[in-house]
């Protein structure tokens, strides 16, 4: 039976990686593909169907990086369509009646990543610094973190070398 792969350990907080968008009006409404209303012979209504239509709550509307994206009257749309259609938006980066993007900012260094490098350079754990430092740069990228964790693994790799050297040395004198 094979042995089962542990998956990696995630040492530091990630970016998402979707997107934020804000408007000034908290009721935003942009229409992608209105709302069509079919009829009978007669001319009364017999079906709608439904367009798409986004929505911004609070001002706000938060779109994944890949996916389906659920919109009003639970329409669904691809996240990268919608992405090409809000970028050419003719209201887009108008801060007064449209709409625009915000970045994400990274978040403070926790207590809790700190003790995560202190405690893997503690245990002398040169992979697992390795893994943390791969993590911070391939996330948030944290000057503060990648710049601890760099110095940590180039000294915990002297330390090795120099103790590799002397076992070594001390091998070769005892024969």
Same mark, same amino acid.
């Given at each position: 039976?094979?042995?089962?792969?542990?998956?990696?350990?995630?040492?530091?907080?990630?970016?998402?990686?979707?997107?934020?968008?804000?408007?000034?009006?908290?009721?935003?409404?942009?229409?992608?593909?209105?709302?069509?209303?079919?009829?009978?012979?007669?001319?009364?209504?017999?079906?709608?169907?439904?367009?798409?239509?986004?929505?911004?709550?609070?001002?706000?509307?938060?779109?994944?990086?890949?996916?389906?994206?659920?919109?009003?009257?639970?329409?669904?749309?691809?996240?990268?369509? &919608? $992405?090409?259609? *809000? +970028?050419?938006?003719?209201?887009?980066? @108008? !801060? =007064?009646?449209?709409?625009?993007?915000?970045?994400?900012?990274?978040?403070?260094?926790?207590?809790?990543?700190?003790?995560?490098?202190?405690?893997?350079?503690?245990?002398?754990?040169?992979?697992? &610094? $390795?893994?943390? *430092? +791969?993590?911070?740069?391939?996330?948030? @990228? !944290? =000057?503060?973190?990648?710049?601890?964790?760099?110095?940590?693994?180039?000294?915990?790799?002297?330390?090795?070398?120099?103790?590799?050297?002397?076992?070594?040395?001390?091998?070769?004198?005892?024969?």
């Amino acid at each position: 039976m094979p042995a089962a792969v542990a998956e990696p350990q995630q040492f530091v907080s990630t970016p998402d990686t979707g997107e934020i968008w804000l408007a000034r009006r908290s009721a935003l409404r942009l229409i992608k593909r209105p709302t069509r209303q079919t009829r009978d012979a007669e001319g009364n209504p017999a079906e709608t169907i439904y367009g798409q239509t986004l929505e911004f709550t609070e001002g706000v509307f938060r779109l994944p990086a890949e996916g389906p994206v659920r919109l009003a009257y639970g329409v669904e749309c691809e996240a990268q369509e &919608l $992405r090409a259609w *809000l +970028a050419a938006h003719p209201m887009k980066d @108008d !801060r =007064e009646e449209g709409f625009w993007r915000v970045d994400a900012v990274a978040p403070p260094v926790s207590s809790e990543e700190l003790h995560k490098l202190m405690e893997l350079a503690t245990n002398l754990d040169l992979e697992g &610094l $390795r893994e943390f *430092l +791969a993590q911070e740069q391939a996330g948030w @990228d !944290r =000057e503060q973190l990648t710049s601890t964790a760099a110095g940590a693994i180039e000294r915990l790799a002297a330390a090795h070398a120099a103790y590799e050297a002397e076992a070594k040395a001390a091998a070769k004198g005892q024969k």
